[in-house]
């Protein structure tokens, strides 16, 4: 019903040559847990952003973040105007965490997946502001291949105001030179030319929207919307669908976006989805760093005993002293990491793997790679054997991973200890005959809800005619 309106009126204009849930208190935005087993990861060499505008219910929160599960990937980022908020509590997603103004009744909201935050340092700007959010995301290194270390994501949800010429976010705050990388996108509810060519519009329409446009033009953003590409399609009423749902970036930011797409599959909101790439902040990998655990100490015991520091000079200056010191501490490190294996941490890397595994994990595929080539009794055998062999000692280096994670918890550590053994509490997600997707649930509910409308004749008892002509 809906779904098929959606698909018809999604036709792109030709373009123009233009420039695990719950709640949290609003308060308290602590990070749930990322969930457990394998699941969709961010890709490593985009950034992907996703924004969308939920009308303020849980139901269109729940079905856009149900849509990731079935995805490889999951967003960085999701950027959300007029998110539900119940009782001052702000809906939470299970590998995120949420940032939001500090108001009572937030306009904005932004996720950010944990494994984003642990590469990057994110911090949220504008507070006391409900209908602005600004994320700055900074790190060490420069980003994008240029000499910038931090870069600015700015959320907005500007509505009208008593005056049609103003609305309640100014375009100075949305549109100011900073002179760093900086992405402006939300729901601004302006309608003009640029985004929409092919539609007509009133001198109110025009007046309220082309300031906000040549603020944009004079400070050098670029619109990303593709021109006649629709964003918002209402469901009832007799509105027209329109693109209001906009995305600019500035010229630093500009040769580092890769797709604007409106791909996504409705969620129950009369606003579509926007899913925007960006080449990845940073390729450098971390760097490896030492695996103390993994030290054979028994092997390494006597080489520390027999260490022996040179003696300290007599009378020494201070750059002779800083000499002796830095000299004696670099030949003990050296002796250290020459002892201990290294560790490049990423998303794939496990507790519990063990460098056992990983020659059974090579002599399995080769088993295998062997039995396809070959295909023989023999060769499957063995095949066989090496997999049940490399599966078993999985099983047990996890087993011996989580007896000693036990035997080594602390009482700040207990209840990490009980989400592991007892998993997190299944999405209350409504379950419906014939439904199993959330896409398959919008129809359900609105062929419920919203019947079709049977013809009049049998309304019309037996010998009735109707008085209305034909």
Not at 15 to 35: A, D, T
């Amino acid at each position: 019903m809906a779904s098929v309106v959606l698909s018809r009126l999604r036709s792109r204009a030709l373009p123009l040559p233009i420039s695990v849930v719950g709640f949290v208190r609003v308060m308290n935005n602590q990070p749930m847990p990322p969930p457990l087993g394998k699941g969709p990861v961010p890709a490593p060499q985009l950034l992907s952003i996703v924004q969308h505008n939920s009308l303020g219910s849980w139901n269109v929160f729940l079905s856009l973040f149900e849509l990731f599960k079935g995805a490889t990937t999951y967003p960085s980022i999701v950027l959300l105007q007029d998110p539900p908020v119940n009782r001052a509590h702000l809906p939470t997603f299970g590998g995120f965490k949420s940032f939001f103004p500090p108001v009572r009744k937030p306009r904005v909201a932004a996720y950010v997946y944990m494994s984003f935050l642990s590469n990057y340092t994110v911090l949220h700007r504008f507070r006391g502001v409900d209908d602005v959010l600004a994320l700055d995301i900074s790190s060490n290194e420069p980003l994008f291949g240029t000499a910038f270390h931090s870069f600015r994501i700015l959320n907005a949800y500007s509505t009208n105001t008593t005056d049609h010429r103003v609305h309640s976010v100014l375009r100075e705050t949305l549109f100011s030179d900073l002179g760093f990388p900086l992405l402006v996108l939300g729901d601004l509810n302006i309608h003009n030319p640029l985004s929409d060519p092919l539609r007509h519009f009133s001198h109110r329409e025009i007046s309220s929207s082309t300031p906000y446009f040549k603020e944009a033009a004079e400070s050098g953003f670029a619109l990303l919307n593709p021109p006649g590409e629709y964003t918002r399609f209402p469901v009832v009423g007799k509105a027209r669908p329109s693109g209001i749902d906009l995305a600019c970036a500035n010229p630093p930011l500009l040769p580092q976006i890769k797709s604007w797409k409106a791909a996504l599959p409705s969620t129950g909101s009369d606003h579509i989805p926007i899913t925007i790439t960006l080449t990845a902040p940073s390729l450098h990998q971390k760097p490896p760093r030492p695996h103390w655990a993994a030290m054979d100490w028994e092997t390494l015991g006597p080489t520390i005993k027999g260490f022996k520091v040179p003696a300290a000079p007599s009378c020494p200056t201070p750059p002779q002293l800083d000499e002796w010191m830095s000299g004696s501490l670099n030949r003990l490190v050296a002796l250290l990491k020459g002892h201990t294996p290294v560790s490049r941490p990423c998303h794939y890397s496990k507790p519990w793997w063990t460098p056992h595994l990983s020659i059974l994990r090579r002599e399995y595929h080769k088993a295998a790679r062997a039995a396809r080539k070959h295909d023989t009794p023999h060769m499957r055998e063995v095949a066989g054997t090496s997999k049940s062999g490399y599966f078993k000692a999985i099983k047990t280096a996890k087993n011996n991973a989580w007896s000693s994670f036990l035997l080594a918890a602390t009482p700040q550590s207990l209840w990490t200890a009980k989400m592991f053994a007892y998993g997190r509490a299944q999405p209350q997600f409504p379950s419906l005959p014939g439904a199993e997707t959330p896409l398959q649930m919008n129809n359900v509910l609105l062929d419920h809800f919203f019947p079709a409308k049977e013809p009049f004749s049998r309304h019309l008892g037996s010998g009735q005619t109707s008085r209305h002509p034909p």
